[in-house]
C-alpha cells in the first residue's frame, strides 16, 4: 500500500538553484495539494489540482510553480530557491469533492536552502 | 489573529491520565471541523471528525462549540502512543482547498 509517495525525502540547495519535487499517489485521487510545513504555523497550502491538466493557486503560491499532467503525479517546482522556502514540503491528495475533510498525506519532503 | 489558534503545549501528562485541547477558529461561516494527529518528523494522519453532536472514538471525545467557536479533544486513559502533535483543521468555505491547519498542540505523554 504506497499511497502518496514523494521523491526526494531531502535535499539542500543553493540560493538561485532549480529543483523539482515529485509527488505520486496510487489511490486515484482526483484532488492532490502541496503544503509547506513551517515552525509555530499550521500546513498552509501552495496549489491544488482538482484533476489532470488543472491547478490552481493557494496560500502561497509565490515562488512556485506545479503541474498535473498525469492523474497519479503533481510535481512542485521552485524555479530560483530562496532561503525562505526552506521548509518541510508535505504532498496530499482526497477522493474528491465533498466534505469528510481526509486528506493523505506523504512522508515529506525536507528541503533547506543555503 | 490567525484563523485557527491552538495552544502549543507542551501537555505533559503521566499515563492513564485524562488530558483535553481546545482550538478556537475566527470564521463563523466554517462548516466542517477535524482533529489531525502528527508524529514526530511524519506526516499527518486524520484522526476524528467533528460532528455538531459531538463525537465519541474510543478514548477520545471531539465537541464543538459553534457559538463560541471553538474545537474540543479530550483524551482519556492517555497512553505512551498518545504522545503526539495535535492538529486542529478547520473548513472555512468549502472545498478542500479551504482546509485551515492550526499550528498543534503537541502532547507528552509520560510513564
Known amino acids: 500500500n504506497a499511497g502518496v509517495t514523494q521523491t526526494p525525502k531531502f535535499r539542500v540547495l543553493k540560493t538561485g538553484q532549480s529543483m523539482t519535487l515529485l509527488c505520486a499517489q496510487d489511490?486515484?485521487?482526483?484532488?492532490m495539494y502541496w503544503y509547506r510545513q513551517d515552525p509555530g504555523m499550521g500546513l498552509r497550502l501552495i496549489h491544488y489540482s482538482v484533476g489532470e491538466g488543472t491547478t490552481a493557486k493557494g496560500e502561497v503560491p509565490d515562488g512556485y510553480n506545479v503541474s498535473r499532467l498525469k492523474k497519479q503525479n503533481f510535481l512542485l517546482g521552485l524555479e530560483s530557491a530562496a532561503p525562505s522556502q526552506t521548509s518541510v514540503y508535505f504532498c496530499a491528495s482526497s477522493r474528491g469533492t465533498g466534505d469528510t475533510g481526509e486528506l493523505f498525506f506523504g512522508e515529506g519532503s525536507r528541503l533547506t536552502v543555503l | 489573529r490567525k484563523e485557527v489558534e491552538q495552544d502549543p503545549g507542551p501537555f505533559n501528562v503521566p499515563e492513564g491520565a485524562t488530558v483535553a485541547f481546545n482550538c478556537t477558529y475566527s470564521n463563523s461561516a466554517s462548516q466542517s471541523f477535524f482533529w489531525y494527529r502528527q508524529d514526530c518528523r511524519k506526516e499527518p494522519k486524520l484522526l476524528m471528525s467533528v460532528y455538531s453532536s459531538g463525537n465519541e472514538d474510543g478514548r477520545f471525545t471531539a465537541q464543538l462549540n459553534r457559538a463560541s467557536q471553538y474545537i474540543s479533544l479530550l483524551i482519556r486513559d492517555s497512553k505512551l502512543s498518545d504522545s503526539a502533535t495535535y492538529l486542529c483543521v478547520v473548513n472555512g468555505l468549502g472545498g478542500y482547498n479551504k482546509l485551515i491547519f492550526g499550528a498543534g498542540t503537541r502532547l507528552a505523554v509520560h510513564p
Open positions: 489511490m486515484n485521487h482526483e484532488y
